[in-house]
């Protein structure tokens, strides 16, 4: 099931897959299950026969950062003589990356990054720290995820569809097509 985020809507509530832009907003009557789940700090939402986790806020991670879940940013340029930069990042439950990396440059000048918006696939980003890709070069940033099991992937969706999950590393990697 794909992550989604629940917010009340008169008798129903409305559940938007990630905010992608090819996702569908599905308003299904549920009650919230006030009973919360084994060792976590979830409640858990019924509604057509799935079951949606929502994380009270306030609790464990959230109540240490505000509500913001951290996770780490790394960029790789893979420049002669650059090291990979990290940055400390936090985004909302259930926030896309590309606000995690706005709210980052507004408070770090010393991360940048410019993007594009497709209709169809959301953005793309274009640079990170002034370095962008290149048809000619066949170069592109792409995006990576090392989660707690250390095992690193890359990350089916960009940018504006990428939710961040606590304490995981997110790489931008310089690369070749």
Known sequence: MSRARARHVRDAFELDAD????????RVP???????????????????????????????????????????????????????LMYSAHAPPGGALIGAMTKLRATNSHFTFTSDKNVDYGEFLVSVNGLSGNDQDRTYWELLVKGANKVLITADVGISCYIPQANETVILNYTKW
């Open 19 to 26: 905010m992608c832009p090819r996702s569908r907003h599905i």
């Open 30 to 84: 549920l009650e919230l299950d006030a009973d919360m789940c084994p060792g976590s700090r979830h409640n858990s939402i019924r509604g057509g026969g799935s079951v949606v986790h929502c994380v009270v806020p306030g609790s464990g991670i959230l109540a240490q950062n505000g509500g913001q879940l951290p996770f780490n940013l790394v960029v790789v340029d893979n420049q002669p003589n650059n090291e990979p």
